[in-house]
Structure formats: C-alpha cells, structure tokens
C-alpha cells in the first residue's frame, strides 16, 4: 500500500477506584499507533486536577515514561493523530483542552468535520478565536455556546450541527464521553473490567489491557460514564449509516473487530471474492502479498483459487516511510530498502501479486521491478479495492484526483505503466458483497457518491 494517510485514534478509561490510568492509556495508544503517527497527548484526573502530555511524535518516545511513574487516575482520555485537516504542529495535537461556561473540557476526535469550513467561518465571522486550524476546536467553540446547562443537552445541540465524521472521548467534570457520529463512518468501542470502563477507537486497544467484555458504540449514540454508571442518548439527528469501507480494508489492525466484524475474516473474504472474480481467467503459480496490507487478502486468494501461497516479497523492519523521502529515486531506493523479493520463491514463477488498493502506482511499478529482477516469468496485479477516484472528506488523506492513477489511466494502461502483466481491481458490488454491507458503507472515493459534500466557508471559497 502506497500514500493513503491513516486518520486518528482516540481512547478513554473511567474508573470508580483510582488506577495509574495514564500507563494504560499509553498501552491502549500504543496498539493504536497505525492511525496516527504525527502527535499523541493524554489527559488525566489527578487529586482533582487535570494534566496532560502531549507532542508531537509516536507513542513511545511520547508517553512510555508513564510506564515507570504512578498517576492515580479516575477519569482520562488519549489521542494519535495524522493530520487529515489542520497542520501537524503541537497546536493541533490532542487532547485539547479548554475552560468555558460548562467547565473544563478535554477533547479527542477521529474523523472530519465536512461542514466544519462552513461552521468556522460563522464562528470567526461572530467573533470566535481559534488557536488550531484542526476542525476538531469547532466542538468546543460549539458546546460552548450552547444555551443549555444538561450535560447530554448541551453536547447533543452542539453535535447536532456536525456533519461528516466523529468518533468523539472526553472528559467533562467528573464524566468520561464517548460518542459517535449518526452515519458511524468511523469505529468505537466501549470494554468493561472491573467495573471500569474503556473507550478505543479499536478492539485491539481494548485487549492490550487484558481480556474484557465490549461492545460497539452505535451510530448516533452519546455515552456518558460517571459515578451513577453508564447512561446511552441518542443524537438528535439522523444519516444514513456511512461505514468507512477502507476501515476493513486497510486501516484497521486485523486482529481488531470494527463495526461488529472481525477485520481479518473480512480481508480473507476480499482475497476469495478477488479469486472468484479471476476464476477460469488467469493461470498461475504462486500467490505473493504485497507485505503487510496484502497479506490476508492473499491467504484467501490462495486458498479459493488452489494456488500455493508464500512469502516472495520480504519486509525489513527497520526501514521508515518511503513517502516522505523527497526525490523519485529516493522514494524508490526506500522502497527497496523495505521490500526484497525472495528468488528462491519468484524465480522462473507465474506470480499474483495481491495488494490492498492502488494510488497513484509508483510503490507498485518498483515492487512489479523487483519481482521480475527475481525471475519472476510473470506478475499479475489484483488489488482488493476497486479503483480509488475520488477525495475523502471524513479523515482519511488521499491525493489529489490528479495524482490517483485510477483517474489518469484505464487498467489495461495502468497494467502497462506498473510493469505488470495484467492487473485487476475487486468491484464495488464484490466488495460490498463480501463485506455483507449493500447499503450502510461508505464507498465515496470509489464512486464519488459522498454522503455529506464538503461545505466552506464564504472567505475559503472566495
Ligand atoms: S470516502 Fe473512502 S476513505 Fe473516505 S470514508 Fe468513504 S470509504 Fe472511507
């Protein structure tokens, strides 16, 4: 997988006794770390003040002192950012954290608000001052001016307002919030142990701290945790159900569970329904992922077509991003400082190269290079994604429709361009077969139908 930025990551503990929260919430942000790799922060309670930490950076360098310290805790929130709107800087580093008329505040958001240009700039316009560029600031400014003094009152008139994607923690006096947006395009689950309660973007946060019961925050529904228990609203408003599609296919870890699915079991039915498609159409001689978004695809692909599987692309560990390299030939020796094909599996081989999905092509021009260098006799592409066309406006970062492949080429073309033999991409009706999801997912960089346009502000658009 190439240059599709991964968005945020959020996490949240109540706890009725006081535990070191911050230690746990650097585990659980630890395990979420593949969503966020530009700033990380935690905020906590401790005898009756707020603290936090946080800079930008990866979770470990961050936060890992916490593992040495002891912070009794009751209440606390965590965030991993990658900067879909907003800079990178430690201004939008979260959890923000604010006093107003409803008290002191904390803050985590996963996802993009669609209409938040707009909302800024009614907001700017009447007087607000904002200290970030990130949208997530906007639910303060929101909350903040909202007439009502209810806890669930307050934050259902200022959400209601949201369009696009949130999956929301925070701390409010006493309280620890968890909501999620009414078209559910990003996940959120709640775990209970020991009569306390977890929030995590994913199950895998949840279960780096042990075995525990959980269950999906719903779509639309605000939850609010304090010392009476756990209370459930619903927002106001109503959406059509918006799953990120691209949550199954290459965001989340796969050995989480997002919207009640199991995110492994899902990629393996991408790789069968991938097979189905090529079946009496291509001869080959062994199955080759792209490591590491293409592996499950690739074991599924293997097993529904009776082809051998096996490691012909091998990872090393140790070296960074190839997309922050500046030149084309850096990026490419980055490339190949990551991915090494193994001769002894490609050599004199017919190979079906699986990858997740496919963006503007270059990682996978140079891959297709290293393969053939191997000996591979032939390389055929099959991506577990349709084509990639459009923009995401709820948090993920993808190029500019110019740089997507998928615009500029047809497959025949793009098979030419890459290097390879042939290539295919799984369809959207196979797709969202496989996922058992005709109707509540998101497909809008595949189709262009966006469920909420992207609405700025009238000086943004001047
Ligand atoms: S446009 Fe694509 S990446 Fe964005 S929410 Fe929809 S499916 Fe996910």
New binding site residues.
């Given amino acids: 997988m190439e240059g599709l930025g991964h968005h945020c990551g959020v996490a949240g503990i109540f706890a009725p006794k006081a535990q070191n929260l911050p230690e746990l919430l650097f585990y659980m942000l630890f395990s979420l770390q593949h969503r966020g790799q530009e700033s990380c922060g935690i905020a906590w309670e401790e005898d009756g003040s707020w603290r936090s930490k946080k800079d930008v950076g990866m979770v470990a360098p961050t936060l890992s002192a916490f593992a040495g310290e002891h912070h009794p805790s009751r209440l606390g929130i965590g965030h991993v950012r990658y900067s879909t709107a907003g800079g990178s800087g430690i201004a939008n580093a979260q959890p923000l954290i604010v006093s107003c008329n409803k008290d002191r505040i904390a803050l985590g958001h996963n996802g993009n608000i669609s209409n938040g240009g707009l909302l800024r700039s009614h907001l700017t316009e009447q007087g607000s001052i904002f200290q970030g560029t990130a949208d997530s600031e906007l639910i303060l400014h929101l909350i903040s001016r909202s007439p009502a003094q209810r806890r669930e009152v307050f934050l259902s008139d200022a959400l209601a307002q949201l369009e696009g994607?949130f999956s929301l923690v925070m701390m409010h006096e006493n309280a620890l919030i968890a909501v999620r947006d009414p078209s559910g395009?990003r996940p959120l689950y709640l775990g209970f142990k020991d009569d306390a309660v977890f929030v995590a973007s994913e199950t895998c946060a949840l279960h780096a701290l042990g075995p525990m019961d959980y269950r999906e925050v719903e779509p639309g529904e605000l939850v609010i945790v304090d010392e009476d228990g756990l209370h459930s609203y619903r927002l106001p408003h109503r959406a059509p159900p918006?799953k990120?599609?691209?949550?199954l296919i290459y965001f989340a870890r796969p050995d989480s569970e997002i919207f009640g699915e199991s995110v492994h079991a899902a990629r393996t039915r991408l790789g069968e329904a991938l097979a189905e498609q090529d079946e009496g159409n291509l001869d080959a001689d062994i199955v080759v992922p792209v490591p590491d978004s293409g592996t499950i695809p690739a074991i599924g692909y293997a097993r529904r077509a009776g082809i051998p599987f096996d490691f012909g692309l091998a990872r090393s560990h140790y070296a960074g991003r190839s997309f922050i390299m500046p030149t084309k030939g850096q990026r490419e020796l980055a490339v190949r400082l990551k991915l090494h094909a193994v001769s002894h599996v490609v050599g004199g081989k017919r190979v079906v190269m699986i990858d997740d999905s496919l963006v503007r092509g270059t990682t996978s021009r140079i891959i297709v290079g290293l393969l053939r260098e191997a000996g591979a006799k032939s390389v055929h592409v099959r991506l577990a994604a349709p084509e990639i066309k459009?923009p995401?406006?709820?948090?993920?970062d993808?190029p500019d429709r110019d740089q997507l492949i998928s615009n500029r080429l047809e497959p025949d073309d793009i098979a030419r361009e890459v290097g390879a033999d042939s290539i295919r991409f799984l369809t959207q009706d196979r797709l969202l077969k496989a996922i058992g999801g005709e109707g509540g997912?998101?497909?809008?960089?595949?189709d262009g139908k966006?469920p909420f346009p992207p609405k700025t502000g009238r000086k943004e658009t001047a």
Avoid: D, L, T
């Fill in positions: 994607a395009f918006s990120c599609v691209f949550e459009w995401c406006y709820y948090g993920i993808i997912y998101c497909c809008a960089c595949f966006h």
